[in-house]
């Protein structure tokens, strides 16, 4: 059922704005998902794969737009924000100053339905991924796609599902995905839907 209601759901994304700053986000009207992910964690290939749109996070690559959140609209009213990757040369101490304030100002906004985070399944969670869901505060609910598991074998991605559900408890729900074989994309596309139009 879900197959045919899906495809094509998000074939009206676009692009919106690109902020730098909360003063910036669009008007607290709607909702929105997040995205956040560890640089090379396959955050891109997964907005991709879920809006079924080649190329839409392709926007938030260029130059000038990678450390900035990037609004794209999926619906009326409905909205996707992709946080820029981290875990990059900054360290502990910059990224904390760097992605506190921000998760921190997203999740205070009445829009927030969810943050979905992307952690690459061959690693993981690992404890920066930790302190950002932590930042996200306990009113936001969250899901980790552990993405690439086409490069694990089915033993492999059932330890690593295992061990991220250890490790998440009841803090976030989580499950095995690839964008390049499309395991789990409509699990993850059905949680989007649900999340946008509640
Ligand atoms: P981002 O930096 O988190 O946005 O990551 P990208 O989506 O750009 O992906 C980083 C690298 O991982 C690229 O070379 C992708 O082709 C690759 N990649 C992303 N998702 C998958 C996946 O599901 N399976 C495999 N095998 N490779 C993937």
New binding site residues.
């Given amino acids: 059922m879900y197959t045919t209601t899906l495809v094509g759901r998000f074939s009206q994304a676009r692009f919106l704005i690109s902020a730098a700053a909360p003063a910036q986000f669009p008007a607290d009207c709607g909702a929105e998902v997040a995205f956040v ?10 907005i991709n794969a879920l809006t079924e749109r080649k190329s839409l ?1 392709r926007t938030s ?1 260029t130059p000038g737009r990678t450390r900035l959140l990037n609004f794209f609209e999926l619906g009326p009213l409905q909205r996707l924000v992709d946080l820029p ?1 981290y875990g990059y040369a900054s360290g502990p101490a910059a990224e904390r100053q760097t992605w506190r304030p921000l998760i921190e100002a997203l999740s205070t906004r009445r829009s927030l339905r969810g943050l979905f985070m ?1 952690v690459d399944a061959r690693r993981g969670l690992m404890e920066g991924d930790e302190a950002l869901l932590n930042w996200a505060g306990p009113n936001v609910p969250l899901h980790v796609l552990l ?5 694990l074998t089915r033993t492999e991605g059932a330890q690593a599902f295992s061990s991220a559900r250890t490790a998440l408890g009841d803090r976030a729900s989580v499950q095995l ?5 499309k395991t789990g994309l409509e699990e993850a596309q059905r949680l989007l839907q649900v999340w946008l139009t509640s």
């Fill in positions: 992910g560890r640089s090379n964690a396959g955050k891109s290939s997964a996070a690559k990757g992307i993405s690439k598991v086409d490069k995905f690839s964008a390049v074989t």
